[in-house]
Every structure is written in C-alpha cells, then in structure tokens.
C-alpha cells in the first residue's frame, strides 16, 4: 500500500467508536481495561502494527491478554522483531493514537509515518494471539480490521500463551533459526532440550537404588490460574518424558480465571490457590493468565506455606549456571539483575555466597531485560515470577563451539549442558513453562528436593499492600523506585517509621496500571514486616491523597 486509505480508516473508526472518557496509558502491560471499553483501542493497535512491521521490515507481534487481570478486563500488547517489547518511542505513539478523538487518527496516523520515517509501500506482516478470556476472541477480531484495513497480512495463531507468541516472532524475524514459527515447533524445541539436559547425568541419584519405578519420576502439581497455561501445557505433555508426572489443576474447567489462584494471587497472598489439594512437602508451582510468571511454594509438615518466588528462581538458575562457567573454564561475564522488590536475603546470597554481581532495575520487564543484555549471561527475574535468561551471540556462539569442539570430556560435557540450557530457555521473555522445565531440569540434576532449594537462604519476612491514590502520577521515585521524590515529606515519614523496626526497609512506588501506589516492606519478623507495611500505607494515604477507606492493620 503507498498510502493510507483515510475513507477506509475513516469507516471502520465508526465501527470502533473511541468511547467518551476513556483514557488508556500504554506502558510495560501494554493495554489494560475493561473488556467493553477497549474495542477501540484494539483497532488502532492494529493501525499501529501495521506501521511499525513496514518501519522495521519485520514482523510484528500482538497479543490479546491481560495476564493476571480479572477475566472481566483485557487487553493488548505488541512485540518487536526480536520478541521483545515495543520500543519506548512506539508506547508513546500507541497512548497517542489510543486516545484520540476519531476525527483526529488520520492526523495521528500522519504524524507518527512521517516521525518514524515509515515507508507505506513496505509489505507488514502481523502474527496475533490470544488468550482465553471470554472476550479476547472478538477482541482480536477488532484488531483484524485494524492490520486489513490499512493493507498488512496477517496470521492468527489463535489461542497461545503470550510467551509462546514472543517465540513466534522471532523464529520468523530470523529464519528460524531460533525455533520453528509453530506451537509444536515451541513443544519439539523445548521439550529436546529438556530431555537432552537431564540424561546428560542421572536423573535422580536416589532412583538407582528404588525398588518402586516411580520414586524416579519428577512429580510436580501445576495451578494454571484457569488459563491459557492449562491448554498449551496438556497439549505439550505428549512432547514430555514419562518421567516428568504433572497434574494440572485449576485447568478452567470449573473455575474463573485468576480468581483465587495463580502466581499474582499465590505471591501477594502468601497462600496456596484455591483448587489445589496439597500434601506435606509436595512440589507445586502457580501460573499467571497468560502463562508469563511462575512461582513455586509447598507447605512444610507442621503445615507452614513456604513460598519460592522470582528471587529464588534467579538464585536456583544463577548456581546452576555459575558452576558450569566455572567447569567449562570459560571466562564469561556474568550477572543478576533484581527490582526494588527482591528480598534483601537473595541479593546477599548472591553477591556474598555465589559472587555473582548483582544490578537493580526499575520495575517492569523491559528495564530489567534491557539490563541484562549488557552481560554475556544475564539472568533476571522479577520477585513475582516474570523472568528469564540472556545470552549474547557471542556467548552463545563460544558456548555451542565448545560443546562441539573441546577435547577435554569434562568442560565439554559442561559446555553440552549449557547448550542445552540456552536451547531449554525462552529468551525474548519470561515464560512459565519453559522456566519450569529448566527449574525441573537442574532440582534433578542436583538431586534437591524443594525443601532443599528453599534452604539455600532464608527470606526476610516481607509484605505487600496497595493503597488507592486520586492520582499515581503525583509519586515521584528515584534510585530504581527505591527512594520516593514527591510528595515532599513522603520519604521522610517512611524512613522515620521504618527506622522503628529491626533489620527493616520499605520503599513505594506509583503502579503501572491504576491509581494506586504499591507499599513494599521487609523486617526481622512477619509480624513486623506486617506492621510496617501497614505503617507506611497510612503514610501514604494522608501524603499522597488517598482515596476510599483508610488502610487497615494486616490480618
């Protein structure tokens, strides 16, 4: 298409009517809302892939999700040409275009291809996916009309979790040489190099001793938060040794998605999902909605809830990977990249124990992910469970060369391993199951129970609330979200309270996608943590304008 058909656009827009007060901000989940107030949003997403496909001659990525949100709420977000996420100048264009009168889009539309140097005689090719929430389908639909009318093709994936979206995309936007651009593609890469990983030794030391065959198989329960994680999971189950026993639960059947399940509620609650039958010291893990986020946890004999977040993720995955550097004798640099959020006890752990160098970043993916390229290994994991790890080409080209070419059996069976690794793991994004596949991998490659994962620190007892605000935008934050700037006086009241208690911090930061603002606090005991957080949550309300009822004491 040379140029844009104006009484094309002009015809749908009426279609997918811009509805009065609604204001949509695109930041690191994309778009968010209410189902029924973003069918207009959806088009103009699509308008908006269409531009960025022809800029980067490359193809773009949609999905239809809104993750850990309600099942009322949806949404969308884009992917770059490496399945990363859309470049920060394109979030302004995506907000501006979002939120513009129907009469003005044109002019939008105008400005952001003359900004961006947008050649419209380039082809634009779009791959779309979408999540299962009841209204994701007709969503997607919106954003069809979107990529058709201004000329751009298209392939709908259909339902697929947002990770393996990310996949797709970059399988195409090199070759595939990453992967094969379909979900069985997805499945025959990951589950190859899970069974390449783990019979490269043992698979658990125990089993050559066990008289019953099944105390050697991997046994692990999955809450799949009544998303999409369920689907994609029991159709790659076929791909998966028989060794590795899953029972998936919370698979939508009967329940509602995220409601009382799933790794946003298993993290902020402290709890297990509802829907999960658990025994003493049995191995269990949360999906989120879209199958992004992972967290472990178990509940000890006395009956204790013991959670494995992000943190102890990053830490697993970062002694695992240490050890074999160190095998291969490969001089590689590597790093930890954490938020605000990740309990001080890891960040010890690793700088003090494991002597892995360790990099704040603000929250949100795209921050911590920008980071981690900066090393030849970067791991990063959110405290929540979004994470993954990099490679450079560089290290990944040494790596690869070593596990074919090194004469010394022990570094290359080393450099084999990490080979593996690299082939196991998604690296455009965080993706919940392939990180579990890798977390299965090295507990059994170690031979460690989850206790014994869970022993390699203890957490500082920590809490998080959220307080609603009239207007986010008036907290101000510095030093990676750790310190607060505005509203004056805010941060001295929280280091006057927090100075109160022992071995404690806590810190707030406006959220990404409501007016609210997210308390984080950490002390010797979770009585104090609770205290604390609930201390600096009134702080917040009377300095930062809260609204409806004043925060409550944690019960």
Not at 17 to 43: C, D, K, V, W
Not at 205 to 214: D, E, G, I, K, V
């Amino acid at each position: 298409m040379a140029e844009m058909d104006f009484d094309a656009i002009t015809n749908h827009l009426k279609l997918h009517a811009h509805l009065p007060r609604t204001s949509l901000q695109y930041g690191t989940a994309g778009f968010r809302g209410n189902a029924e107030y973003i069918h207009h949003a959806m088009f103009r997403v699509g308008l908006l892939a269409v531009l960025r496909s022809k800029q980067t001659k490359s193809t773009i990525g949609v999905m239809v999700t809104a993750s850990h949100n309600p099942e009322e709420d949806n949404g969308v977000k884009l992917i770059d040409p490496l399945g990363e996420m859309l470049a920060p100048t394109w979030e302004e264009h995506a907000t501006r275009l979002a939120n513009a009168d129907d009469d003005k889009v044109q002019q939008v539309l105008s400005d952001i291809s003359q900004k961006e140097a947008v050649n419209l005689q380039h082809d634009a090719f779009i791959v779309i996916g979408r999540d299962t929430r009841p209204s994701s389908k007709k969503l997607s639909q919106s954003l069809i009309d979107g990529v058709s009318v201004l000329g751009g093709q298209y392939h709908d994936y259909g339902l697929v979790t947002t990770p393996q979206l990310h996949y797709m995309v970059c399988c195409r936007n090199t070759h595939e040489n990453y992967g094969i651009a379909t979900v069985k593609g997805y499945y025959q890469k990951l589950s190859n190099a899970f069974v390449e990983l783990t019979k490269q030794q043992p698979l658990v030391l125990s089993s050559l001793q066990a008289t019953n065959q099944r105390e050697a198989h991997i046994s692990l329960k999955v809450d799949c938060a009544n998303g999409i994680g369920a689907l994609k999971l029991k159709e790659m189950e076929h791909y998966l040794p028989g060794c590795l026993v899953m029972c998936i639960d919370n698979d939508g059947t009967t329940g509602k998605l995220n409601h009382l399940c799933g790794a946003d509620f298993v993290k902020v609650r402290q709890k297990p999902p509802v829907g999960l039958e658990m025994k003493p010291n049995e191995k269990c893990c949360s999906y989120d909605g879209d199958a992004d986020r992972i967290v472990y946890y178990y509940n000890d004999v006395t009956g204790r809830f013991h959670l494995l977040d992000g943190d102890k993720i990053a830490t697993l995955i970062s002694t695992f990977l240490k050890e074999l550097l160190v095998k291969t004798g490969q001089n590689l640099t590597m790093a930890v990249v954490q938020t605000a959020y990740a309990n001080g006890s890891s960040t010890r752990y690793l700088e003090d124990i494991l002597k892995v160098p360790v990099h704040c970043a603000k929250t949100g993916v795209k921050h911590l992910h920008h980071k981690a390229k900066e090393f030849d290994i970067g791991v990063y994991f959110e405290a929540n469970g979004h994470g993954t790890v990099l490679f450079s080409k560089a290290a990944e080209k040494q790596i690869r060369h070593q596990a074919k070419e090194e004469k010394d059996n022990r570094k290359r069976e080393a450099a084999k391993m990490l080979e593996n690794t690299i082939d196991l793991i998604n690296q455009t994004v965080g993706d919940a199951i392939s990180d579990m596949l890798l977390i299965e991998a090295i507990l059994a490659l170690r031979n460690f129970t989850v206790q014994q994962w869970d022993a390699m620190y203890t957490d500082i007892p920590n809490r998080q609330l959220k307080v609603q605000v009239a207007d986010r935008h008036r907290i101000e934050t510095t030093d990676e979200e750790r310190r607060a700037v505005t509203p004056p006086k805010l941060q001295d009241n929280i280091d006057e309270v927090t100075a109160k208690f022992k071995s404690a911090r806590a810190f707030v930061r406006p959220s990404g996608t409501e007016d609210a603002v997210r308390v984080y606090a950490e002390a010797d005991t979770q009585e104090n943590a609770d205290e604390l957080a609930y201390k600096v949550s009134l702080v917040v309300y009377h300095l930062a304008d809260g609204v409806g009822a004043k925060p409550q004491p944690v019960v």
